[in-house]
């Protein structure tokens, strides 16, 4: 069964914070993508990730396949942060997602 | 220009209408998705297509079909609309790897009243 665990649901912090955001999954993968889901709606892919580590800008990306876990890293984070993330992976042929993980980030 | 739009990007409907929600895409990619989205559930697969003449159900087609008129053109319908139809739905399209980017339309958010 192919299930996706994000963890927090919610989050709230201070601007300048670092921000983890976990996602864990149950079945084998070569790929987990994380997306970015704006406050209008959109959503847009942030990476995508097959094994060690990304960096885009403050975001980070890691992922294990072995233990099948993921983490979103946002270094001093920004208002402009705020959104909805969500890990996402192919399966078979069909995309899994996460139920998403909303950030706020105060200024 | 946008690679994935979608028409209307908000509509209000009554009980038992039918709608149509369109989608088009100019990457050029054979696979499109519908989705919808709900409060605490995460995206849930409508429907999908793989080309022209492959369409496929997803976890809840109940209430819905598709139609895919071209490579570039995937459009859901709701037969007789229903209140718990109301929903924030999504159109995308990918390549066929699943270390493809998967580019998602801007929104339909659809009411059922």
């Known amino acids: 069964k192919n299930e996706v665990e994000q963890s927090p649901q919610n989050l709230t912090a201070q601007e300048g914070e670092f921000i983890t955001i976990n996602c864990s999954y149950s079945?084998?993968?070569?790929?987990l993508h994380w997306l970015q889901q704006h406050p209008g709606g959109g959503i847009v892919s942030l990476f995508m990730?097959?094994?060690g580590k990304k960096k885009h800008g403050r975001l980070i990306a890691t992922i294990n396949i072995q233990e099948k876990h993921s983490s979103l890293h946002i270094t001093a984070s920004h208002p402009r942060d705020s959104a909805v993330y969500i890990c996402?992976?192919?399966?078979?042929?069909?995309?899994?997602f996460g139920t998403g993980t909303s950030l706020t980030v105060i200024p | 220009d946008a690679d994935v739009t979608q028409t209307p990007r908000n509509r209000i409907t009554k009980t038992g209408k039918r709608i149509m929600l369109e989608c088009s895409q100019t990457?050029?990619?054979?696979?499109m998705y519908w989705y919808r989205q709900d409060p605490g559930l995460g995206l849930r697969l409508i429907y999908y297509?793989?080309?022209?003449?492959?369409?496929n159900k997803g976890e809840i087609s109940d209430g819905y079909s598709v139609s895919r008129q071209a490579q570039a053109k995937f459009s859901l319908s709701l037969e007789s609309a229903i209140p718990n139809q109301t929903a924030l739905y999504f159109c995308?399209?990918?390549?066929?790897?699943?270390?493809?980017?998967?580019?998602f339309g801007p929104g339909t958010r659809l009411t059922v009243l």
């Open positions: 079945v084998g993968i070569s790929a």
């Open positions: 996402a992976y192919l399966y078979g042929n069909q995309f899994y």
């Open positions: 297509s793989f080309d022209v003449k492959d369409i």
């Open positions: 995308a399209t990918s390549g066929t790897l699943s270390t493809d980017t998967q580019y």
């Open positions: 990457k050029g990619h054979d696979r």
């Open positions: 990730l097959s094994s």
